[in-house]
């Protein structure tokens, strides 16, 4: 009966896909910095309000990107190749170090926690369409929103976790240890867009001869 609604390979790849992304250590020294003027609660709370926007984006493209999909008339495997493009690109940002240009907490406004934390730099464009596309190569609906949402939970729990206690984190592992945790998840996100771009490939080919 679980295996009806619940894939543990489909919330596998979901999982390391966006927690990849996500990049929750990599995440820790911008955190720290946008939030460096902020007592040890209001930082509590950032951390709390910016896991849950980017939770509530990411749910919500996850339930409707189906139909977003088909109101614009794209078919999964152009999203496919579209999508590890992208994550192609967050990778190379992650491997160049490019992904820690962000901005100066003097120009950033109060309430971080919305924006830039919660989105664009939790929930940004490359977990919103890994997340469409692991939900679309499901099965069936049911199957991939309840895997993906499963993994999407998890994602963030671990996300939460590591903006919550960032100070004792990077004060524990050092500048130098994150940045090569960093560079190892992006390595392995390339690995996963390139397979992506593959799949979309082989099943936009696989489409054609069936026509």
């Known amino acids: 009966m679980l295996n009806n609604v619940f894939d543990p390979t489909l919330f596998a790849t979901a999982l390391t896909t966006i927690l990849v992304i996500q990049d929750p250590l990599g995440a820790i020294p911008i955190f720290l910095s946008l939030t460096s003027r902020q007592t040890k609660a209001e930082r509590t709370r950032s951390a709390r309000q910016a896991t849950l926007v980017s ?43 490019r992904v820690d240009e962000h901005p100066d907490p003097d120009a950033v406004a109060t309430n971080t926690a919305l924006v830039p934390l919660g989105t664009p730099l939790l929930a940004g464009p490359g977990a919103i369409v890994a997340t469409m596309v692991a939900v679309d190569s499901a099965p069936g609906p049911m199957i991939g929103w309840v895997s993906v949402t499963g ?51 082989l099943a936009y080919v696989d489409t054609l001869m069936t026509r």
């Not at 495997?77 to 192609?88: E, H, K, N, R, T």
């Open 151 to 201: 993994a999407i939970v998890v994602t963030h729990i671990v996300t939460w976790a590591a903006l919550r206690f960032s100070v004792g984190l990077h004060r524990l592992l050092g500048e130098s240890a994150i940045q090569v945790l960093t560079r190892i998840f992006g390595l392995l996100l390339a690995a996963i867009a390139v397979q992506m771009i593959a799949d979309g490939v």
């Open 55 to 97: 939770f509530a984006v990411i749910l919500a493209f996850a339930i409707f990107g189906r139909y977003i999909l088909r109101f614009l008339g794209i078919t999964v495997p152009a999203l496919q190749v579209s999508g590890g493009l992208l994550l192609l690109l967050v990778a190379l940002e992650l491997l160049t170090d």
